[in-house]
T-cell receptor, first 111, second 112 residues
Framework: QKEVEQDPGPLSVPEGAIVSLNCTYS??????FMWYRQYSRKGPELLMY????GNKEDGRFTAQVDKSSKYISLFIRDSQPSDSATYLCAMSQTGGFKTIFGAGTRLFVKA | EAGVTQFPSHSVIEKGQTVTLRCDPISGHDNLYWYRRVMGKEIKFLLH????????ESGMPNNRFLAERTGGTYSTLKVQPAELEDSGVYFCASSQDRWGAFFGQGTRLTVV
């Protein structure tokens, strides 16, 4: 079983829709949770990060962590064609910097 | 501010040859990481440097892979001898702390 599970999609939505991206994980020791965005032929770009449980909002993006369910989410409001990319969840434990990535979800936002 | 730079962007080598990948991190970033993504798989951690010291090399696949970080600045990842299964995209990232790791554009390695 993978430590981090993420549906690879693709996920296709119309412009302006609310997008929900999710990951589940099995290792209860994960405390740091991150979301990266990756455009084709580019390196991942850090979007959001949270520590332990809770919500964090930044502009059109909201990250949620539910440690009791081992489930994290990224919501994108008012999605734009420029949001079309692969979104990767990532997480790590306290005491180390080793980051475990999900497979990434390919998102297409249609104009 | 210059980002993380990786050289070369692409490399095609024959099985059994040696390849050296280079990473120039963002200036002042003590933490440097190497990751790899092979076809259809997740991005996998290879190792983590703090300055010139290897902090965690638990992800290195085998002893054909050797990473160094000279003087706590740039880093190299050498694969010797290369095997077909080493093909993939190798990413380098750097950070000041555990948040905000900046990734390079990656080196696409193809072993034929």
């Amino acid at each position: 079983q993978k430590e981090v599970e993420q549906d690879p999609g693709p996920l296709s939505v119309p412009e302006g829709a609310i997008v929900s991206l999710n990951c589940t994980y099995s290792n209860s020791a994960f405390q740091y949770f991150m979301w990266y965005r990756q455009y084709s032929r580019k390196g991942p770009e850090l979007l959001m990060y949270t520590y332990s449980s809770g919500n964090k909002e930044d502009g059109r993006f909201t990250a949620q962590v539910d440690k009791s369910s081992k489930y994290i989410s990224l919501f994108i409001r008012d999605s734009q064609p420029s949001d079309s990319a692969t979104y990767l969840c990532a997480m790590s434990q306290t005491g180390g910097f080793k980051t475990i990535f999900g497979a990434g979800t390919r998102l297409f936002v249609k104009a | 501010e210059a980002g993380v730079t990786q050289f070369p962007s692409h490399s095609v080598i024959e099985k059994g040859q040696t390849v050296t990948l280079r990473c120039d991190p963002i200036s002042g970033h003590d933490n440097l990481y190497w990751y790899r993504r092979v076809m259809g798989k997740e991005i996998k951690f290879l190792l983590h440097f703090v300055k010139e010291s290897k902090q965690d090399e638990s992800g290195m696949p085998n002893n054909r892979f050797l990473a160094e970080r000279t003087g706590g600045t740039y880093s190299t990842l050498k694969v010797q001898p290369a095997e077909l299964e080493d093909s993939g995209v190798y990413f380098c990232a750097s950070s000041q702390d555990r948040w905000g790791a900046f990734f390079g554009q990656g080196t696409r390695l193809t072993v034929v």
